[in-house]
């Protein structure tokens, strides 16, 4: 049975889709922008953006079900190259338990352009 979650973000309904997807023991977290629970913009830098990117993508593993361990895929993306080592120091607080194959890539805009980064997530729950 697939079972969906939102994070409230106004793209949600604009775009037509959902924060995460689970279809047995496969989570599969949207891309996921530094949203705050009023539609705004996270304040502050590229850390302060992944953080808030990280707390939504764990809330929306949880709420299927899994938690930051199972997290075995994450894409970063980026604007300003020089902001890598902050992000990827955000990522490994949330994520160094799991390890997960994780890629971080250079782009030039995303949905808004205050937006330093935006970052996705796949887990596979075990035991299930």
């Known amino acids: 049975m697939r079972r969906r979650t939102t994070s ?3 793209f949600e309904a604009q775009f037509g889709f959902c924060r995460a997807v689970r279809d047995g023991n496969r989570i599969i977290v949207a891309g996921t922008g530094p949203i705050e629970p009023d539609g705004s913009t996270t304040q502050g830098g590229a850390a302060a953006q992944a953080e808030r990117c990280c ?3 764990v809330a929306a593993i ?10 075995v895929r994450t894409r970063m993306l980026l604007t300003d190259f020089d902001d890598q080592a902050a992000v990827g120091d955000v990522h ?3 994520f160094a ?3 997960p194959a994780a890629t971080m ?9 205050e937006w330093k980064v935006e970052i996705e997530a796949e ?5 299930e």
């Open 92 to 94: 490994a607080r949330y």
């Open 105 to 113: 890539a250079g782009v030039a805009w995303l949905c808004r352009a």
């Open 62 to 71: 949880e709420e299927l079900g899994g938690n930051a361990k199972d997290v």
């Open 97 to 99: 338990d799991a390890k």
């Open 8 to 10: 409230g973000s106004p």
């Open 55 to 57: 707390e939504l993508i």
């Open 123 to 127: 887990a596979i729950l075990s035991g």
